[in-house]
Structure formats: C-alpha cells, structure tokens
C-alpha cells in the first residue's frame, strides 16, 4: 500500500513537472514573439530602391523566425492539450483544464497576430520598393526629357541651304525618337497612375512625379512644335 501511494504521488509530480515546463516554454515563446513584434514596429520602409530591398532581406529572415516559432507554438500547443485530457491517479489533474486551454488561445492569439504585422509588413515594403522603382524611372525619365529640351530649345537655325537641310534631318529624327519614346511610355504612365490613385505607400509621391513629368511632356511637345 506504501508503495503504491509513493508511485502515485511521483505520478502526480512527474505530470505537475511536465506542465510547468511546458509553461514555462508557453512563457519562452511569448518573449521571443515580443522581440520580433518590437522589430516589425519599424517605421523605416527604406529612401532608396537599394535600402529597400536591402529592408526586404532583413523581413525576410525575420519571416523564417517568425515560421520557426510557428512550429515551437505548434510542438508545445500539442504538449498542453495531452498534458489537459490527461488524469492521474484518483483523478488527479495538476491544474484547471480551462487554465491550459487559456494558455493555448494566448499563443494562438499571439502567433496570429505575429503573422498579421508580419504580412503588413511584407505589403508595405514592396509598396515602397514599388514607390523607389517608379521615382527610379521618372528620375531617368526627367533627365531624358530635360536633354531633348535642351535640343529643341536651340537657337541654331543654320547658315545656308546645307546647313539648313542637316538641321532638319535632325529635327525629323528627333521627332521620330520622341515619338517613340512617347508610345513607349504608355505603359509606364499606366503603372505610375494606377499607383498613383491605389492609396498605397508613397502614392502621394508618385502622384505628384507623375503629374511633373506629364507636364514637362506638355512642354517638350510646345517646343517641338515650335521648332
């Protein structure tokens, strides 16, 4: 009889051990989920096109964090729901079921919302790196219209009928290469206006570059005409 009230008091033990440690695991897992929630609350979305993609290898490890947790949450969710349907001798139950199922909706309430401003995260980086690629293009786009400007803008209007033919040979084939370029641009002013008006990060920014350059094309077209 002694020995059998020693065997079920170790048993009782051996179960309340085994749910502090899985506990204290709960506890563990709750920190490192404060840490990275701390490090998705940045406000840097990057200036540049390269600080942000260098922004997106960062999120990225932190994403694979994120992930081995899940599977922590995952091992020790499973650890608590045996550790809950699981009775001792006489009955025994080292604590309130409803204590442990609480334990586990804190962690599935907590990896969710790890998730959550992980994915928000994610979607505003690559809504800046889509910002920083078209302030890219309009930054290429500008340079090459102020040098056609600067062509057409020119005072020189030849000297005599040969100098004056050459004139306008180049003027035909600049006329022909902003065209094209023009045709070829479409496709970037649809992306840039769709941006634009998507209410994303940095919409504002490339509303108002899409907006200059539109008018510098209104100008380049003036001095065309023009010349």
Known sequence: YLQ????NRRTRLEMSKALQKAFQEVSYILYSMDEIKQRLLTDDNGKHLMSVEDL???HTLVEADINVLSERVRGVVQNLQNLRDEVGPEGYRPCDPSVIDGRIDELDRALRELFDMANNRRSRLDESKNRCQFLWEMAEEDA???????????????????????????NRTLDDDIEAHYNQLQNSTTNWHTFASSGNYGADDVRRRTDEIMGSWDNLKLLQSIR
Do not use: A, P
């Open 4 to 7: 059998e009230l020693l065997k």
């Open 56 to 58: 997106i290898q960062k």
């Open 144 to 170: 090459w219209l102020k040098e056609k400007e600067q062509i057409l803008s020119s005072s020189e209007i030849g000297h005599d009928l040969t100098s004056v033919n050459l004139l306008i040979s180049k």
